[in-house]
């Protein structure tokens, strides 16, 4: 069909918890065949969402590239573009060149994949990650997964977690301008290797403004939101002090910020601004900060706490720990 609407159609699958799981693009000569004649002469452009299912979902599927899943419920939708969106795909390769942390997967996410960062994780579900992590750090020295802390394991998950999280959300902003929507982020759970995380988006909406002080207060709306809630479900797991897990996401924001300056330093003075915004704002004042410049000028992260990571056997002390500077915590600089 070809009514002149600029818009992107999509089939969305979605969850007992009304989340987005699925979300797969379908050409416009597509979508007659997919709803009733009445409601093609009742909304012409097919605006409305549609409900899928039986022949319907299966030709949607064919037409769309996507294998349904029993345990969602399917729609043909259709969203108006936005001026100064980009395609997702092509953001993808431009910050996956940035470093691992900045890398993010589009393959539609299946069974196995979860949406960590939208409403509140299962306590089962984060308590079955946390005790791989275990496993995988003993394998290094030989050792049981009971020879590794679970507070170790699990600050160590949720280092890992935040890091994956912020580094994409954070360039996306800052570089294009654009929204990389966190709560549409997906983690492949039970997985034995590096932590994978996959978009199911296809394009990246504009941020109404790029200032730093926006492009801060929507980071803190949305990603250090969303971590919040793991941070809240990692507790009600074991015991782990919340102090510790709030430098994580202190630490992994200031390392993404550290690597997207170096990466583009035609962009330094706005990373450097929205960090700092950051750092000193609601959900990670006290977690660390900006205590002096090094040789080039550039800032230097020190949190108030550490990760445990020294605990494990053959580990070691990172270079932003508080346990490595004697005297502890020494303050920020200015502003």
Same mark, same amino acid.
């Given at each position: 069909?070809?009514?002149?609407?600029?818009?992107?159609?999509?089939?969305?699958?979605?969850?007992?918890?009304?989340?987005?799981?699925?979300r797969?693009?379908?050409?416009?000569?597509?979508?007659?065949?997919? +709803?009733?004649?009445?409601?093609l002469?009742?909304?012409?452009?097919?605006l409305?969402?549609?409900?899928?299912?039986?022949?319907?979902? /299966?030709?949607?599927?064919?037409?769309?590239?996507?294998?349904?899943?029993?345990?969602?419920?399917?729609?043909?939708?259709?969203?108006?573009?936005?001026?100064?969106?980009?395609? #997702?795909?092509?953001?993808?390769?431009?910050?996956g060149?940035?470093?691992?942390?900045?890398?993010?997967?589009?393959?539609?996410?299946?069974?196995?994949?979860?949406?960590v960062?939208?409403?509140?994780?299962?306590?089962?579900?984060?308590?079955?990650?946390?005790? =791989?992590?275990?496993?995988?750090?003993?394998?290094?020295?030989? =050792?049981?997964?009971?020879?590794?802390?679970?507070?170790?394991?699990?600050?160590?998950?949720?280092?890992?977690?935040?890091?994956?999280?912020?580094?994409?959300?954070?360039?996306?902003?800052?570089?294009?301008?654009?929204? #990389?929507?966190?709560? %549409?982020?997906?983690?492949?759970? $039970? %997985?034995?290797?590096? #932590?994978?995380?996959?978009?199911?988006?296809?394009?990246?909406?504009p941020?109404?403004?790029r200032?730093? /002080?926006?492009?801060?207060?929507?980071?803190?709306?949305?990603?250090?939101?969303?971590?919040?809630?793991?941070?809240?479900?990692?507790?009600?797991v074991?015991?782990?002090?919340?102090?510790?897990?709030?430098?994580?996401?202190?630490?992994?924001?200031?390392?993404?910020?550290?690597?997207?300056? /170096?990466?583009?330093?035609?962009?330094?003075?706005?990373?450097?601004?929205?960090?700092?915004r950051?750092?000193?704002?609601?959900?990670? @004042?006290?977690?660390?900060? %900006?205590?002096?410049?090094? $040789?080039?000028?550039?800032?230097?992260?020190?949190?108030?706490?550490?990760?445990?990571?020294?605990?494990?056997?053959?580990?070691? @002390?990172?270079g932003?720990? +508080?346990?490595l %500077?004697?005297?502890?915590?020494? =303050?920020?600089?200015?502003?």
């Open positions: 069909m070809d009514c002149g609407c600029d818009v992107r159609r999509e089939i969305e699958g979605f969850g007992p918890d009304e989340g987005l799981y699925q797969s693009p379908i050409r416009a000569g597509e979508v007659e065949a997919l +709803v009733d004649p009445v409601d002469e009742a909304d012409p452009c097919l409305e969402g549609y409900p899928l299912s039986g022949e319907r979902l /299966e030709r949607a599927a064919r037409a769309a590239g996507f294998t349904p899943r029993a345990d969602l419920d399917y729609f043909l939708s259709a969203h108006r573009r936005e001026p100064g969106s980009v395609p #997702m795909a092509s953001l993808l390769a431009d910050l060149r940035i470093n691992t942390f900045f890398a993010l997967e589009s393959t539609p996410p299946g069974p196995g994949w979860e949406p960062m939208r409403g509140e994780p299962t306590g089962p579900r984060l308590a079955a990650e946390v005790e =791989g992590v275990r496993a995988r750090i003993a394998a290094r020295f030989g =050792g049981r997964p009971e020879d590794v802390e679970w507070r170790v394991a699990a600050s160590l998950f949720h280092q890992s977690l935040s890091s994956r999280v912020l580094s994409p959300v954070l360039a996306a902003a800052i570089l294009y301008g654009v929204r #990389m929507d966190p709560f %549409h982020l997906f983690l492949r759970t $039970g %997985h034995d290797g590096p #932590m994978t995380l996959r978009t199911i988006d296809h394009e990246a909406g941020l109404p403004d200032s730093p /002080e926006a492009i801060a207060a929507w980071v803190e709306a949305t990603a250090l939101a969303g971590l919040s809630r793991v941070v809240h479900a990692l507790r009600e074991g015991r782990i002090s919340p102090r510790l897990l709030n430098g994580n996401t202190s630490s992994s924001l200031a390392g993404a910020a550290r690597a997207l300056a /170096e990466a583009r330093p035609e962009r330094r003075e706005v990373v450097e601004a929205v960090a700092r950051l750092l000193e704002g609601p959900s990670l @004042k006290g977690g660390g900060g %900006h205590t002096e410049a090094d $040789g080039h000028g550039r800032p230097v992260f020190r949190r108030t706490t550490c990760c445990l990571y020294y605990r494990v056997p053959n580990g070691g @002390k990172c932003d720990c +508080v346990l %500077h004697r005297g502890g915590f020494r =303050g920020l600089i200015p502003s």
